[in-house]
Structures are given as structure tokens and as C-alpha cells.
């Protein structure tokens, strides 16, 4: 693709994290590939981020760009990455973690070993995490490299855990994160956007990333049990499971019968808050009002236990003078 200056962006998202971006760094500077540029977005930090990026611009084997905004969320200075990025391919790494020191040498030969004619038919090229101790997280692939969409290899494939790869840069400046939903949006709500937009990805048994779990990561905060604070982007994604998604109940109806109680769940929460929904996000399909119908007591249960426990807490908090 012409215009490109790197094969590789590696964007990094980040806030007050000056003591862990070193580990990035390290990683970076490991790498057996160096066709690529790291771009640092800063969203508004006030430790010393800045200093220390430019620190490493001076010494580093790679272009280093830092790009600043004032504090908005990680989904727009993902965003604000990726209309920034020089590279074809985009890697996305939070702030506290690594690459393997052969994953952007190994993504570049997946990529060589797909047919040139049939490239614009992929967006992606994902293979697994381990954690630091070499444990690969979640479920592995069924075959060692499958051609398929995210919303395939969720559904109907059922894989699970975090996965992680390098996406295309033109695709994704398509489908951005939606900046007008305050807070949390689930990432993926953008990668089943795009798959049903017809893009395939190559899933490779190949680790990529070294996974360390940290309170403030996208990815921890989609799974954080707090429906109160997260339940706009919490039941974004239960309405796109039940709405959007439906070609694919068949393979995993109860997953669909979930996202039917967790519609309601938090549909109680946005009420409780006096947050409204999204304009334009309606039910319209029969079976769509079915699963949230049928799960409705359910979802009716888990958001009164959501506050029990939500007073529970309130009630262990030392009181402050």
C-alpha cells in the first residue's frame, strides 16, 4: 500500500504510567524486526511521561513520536493513534506491557505468506498472550492458523481470553471508537463491526504479547464487575450481542441468553443513574425482544445484587475526616 513509511505503528495509549512504559520500551528495543515507529499518546498525564519519552528519542533505534492531548479517555487517544500512525500495520500495546521479541518479525511473515491478490480481504492477524510466566492466556486456536472473522472464532469456534495482533490501519480509521458515548466503550464493539463488515483475520497459535494484568487496562476494564460504573459500554455491548449479532445465535444460544439478562441488568443501572441511552440503538427484530424478554428476571436479579453489593462497599469504606 503506497504512502506508508513504516510496516509496523506501535501505539501505545497512556496515563501517568511513567513507571510502567519502560517495559514497553525494553520490548520494543528487543524486537528482531525494526521496520517500525512507536507512537506514544499521552492522554494529559501530569507525572513525567514526557520527560521520559524524550529521553528515549535521543537514544532509541526507532522513530519515537509523542503526541499529547488533554485527559478525554483511552478510546480517543487510541483514535487520536491511529490517524497519527506512519505504519501500515497498527500494534496496539497498553502502557504496561510487552511484545514478544519475534512478534512483529512473525506477524510481518504471516503476512507475506497470504496472497497478495487476496490481502484487501483481511484486516487482521492475531495470535495469543502468555503471561510472564509463560502461560498462554485462554484458549488456544482450534487449528494453528485459521482464516475467519473475530465474530467466527468467538461464536462459532467459542475461543476465549485475551488475544492480541496487528490490525490494518486503513480499516481501522473506518471503524474508529465512538467518542460521543462517555466513558468505556468495549473494544469489541469496533472488531465486530468490522468482521461484519465482511473483513477476515488470520489467527495464528503464535504468542505476540506478554500480558500483565493491571487495574486500568481497556481490556480489564470490560470485564470489571462493577455494572454501575461501566454500564453504558456494558450494555452497548449486551444490545449489539442481541441485535447485531444474531447470525450467530445458533452456535452459542446461551451466550445470546446472557447478553438478553445483561441488557436488562444494566438498562437498571443507566435508569438508576439517570443516564439515557444511545439514540438510534432500538430493538427491532422479534428475536431480539424474545432473549431480552425471557431473561428479563434474571437481568432484574443481577442488578439488585449489583447494589447490595455496591451498599456492602459502601458500608466497609473508612469514613474520611
Known amino acids: 500500500m503506497a504512502g506508508w513509511r513504516h510496516l509496523f505503528s506501535v501505539v501505545t495509549p497512556t496515563f501517568n504510567r511513567a513507571h510502567t512504559l519502560g517495559?514497553?520500551?525494553?520490548?520494543?528495543?528487543?524486537?528482531?524486526?525494526?521496520?517500525?515507529?512507536?507512537?506514544?499518546?499521552?492522554?494529559?498525564?501530569?507525572?513525567q511521561t514526557r520527560t521520559l519519552v524524550r529521553s528515549w528519542q535521543q537514544e532509541a533505534s526507532f522513530p519515537i513520536r509523542y503526541v499529547w492531548q488533554p485527559n478525554q479517555h483511552k478510546k480517543t487517544a487510541f483514535n487520536h493513534g491511529v490517524r497519527e500512525a506512519r505504519g501500515e500495520w497498527l500494534v496496539a500495546i497498553d502502557s504496561d506491557d510487552e511484545l514478544d521479541p519475534n512478534a512483529l518479525y512473525q506477524m510481518a511473515q504471516v503476512w507475506d505468506q497470504i496472497a497478495p491478490g487476496l490481502r484487501s480481504q483481511y484486516v487482521a492477524i492475531t495470535g495469543?498472550?502468555?503471561?510472564?510466566?509463560?502461560?498462554?492466556?485462554?484458549?488456544?486456536?482450534?487449528?494453528?492458523?485459521m482464516d475467519?472473522?473475530?465474530?467466527?472464532?468467538?461464536?462459532r469456534h467459542h475461543v476465549r481470553g485475551e488475544k492480541f495482533g496487528c490490525l490494518r490501519t486503513d480499516v481501522l480509521r473506518q471503524f474508529p471508537f465512538p467518542e460521543d458515548i462517555p466513558g468505556f466503550v468495549p473494544e469489541s464493539l469496533v472488531w465486530r463491526a468490522i468482521a461484519r463488515a465482511g473483513y477476515l483475520t488470520r489467527f495464528v497459535n503464535q504468542v505476540f504479547r506478554v500480558y500483565h494484568d493491571s487495574a486500568d487496562?481497556?481490556?480489564?476494564?470490560?470485564?470489571?464487575?462493577?455494572?454501575?460504573?461501566?454500564?453504558?459500554?456494558?450494555?452497548?455491548?449486551?444490545?449489539?450481542?442481541?441485535?447485531?449479532?444474531?447470525?450467530?445465535l445458533r452456535y452459542q444460544p446461551g451466550s445470546f441468553l446472557a447478553a438478553g439478562a445483561r441488557y436488562t441488568r444494566f438498562s437498571l443501572h443507566l435508569r438508576t443513574?439517570?443516564?439515557?441511552?444511545?439514540?438510534?440503538?432500538r430493538l427491532t427484530h422479534p428475536m431480539s425482544w424474545l432473549l431480552v424478554v425471557l431473561m428479563w428476571p434474571i437481568g432484574a436479579v443481577l442488578f439488585v445484587r449489583d447494589k447490595l453489593r455496591e451498599s456492602v462497599a459502601g458500608e466497609k469504606r473508612p469514613l474520611t475526616t
Open 23 to 47: 517495559r514497553v520500551y525494553r520490548s520494543l528495543q528487543e524486537q528482531s524486526f525494526q521496520d517500525f515507529e512507536w507512537v506514544v499518546v499521552d492522554d494529559g498525564s501530569t507525572d
Open 128 to 145: 495469543l498472550c502468555a503471561y510472564d510466566d509463560g502461560r498462554v492466556v485462554g484458549d488456544m486456536y482450534p487449528q494453528d492458523v
Open 148 to 155: 475467519v472473522t473475530s465474530l467466527d472464532m468467538t461464536f
Open 217 to 248: 487496562s481497556l481490556s480489564r476494564q470490560g470485564r470489571a464487575a462493577d455494572g454501575s460504573r461501566h454500564a453504558l459500554g456494558l450494555w452497548l455491548l449486551a444490545y449489539d450481542t442481541v441485535q447485531c449479532c444474531l447470525p450467530w
Open 273 to 281: 443513574r439517570g443516564v439515557a441511552r444511545p439514540q438510534g440503538r
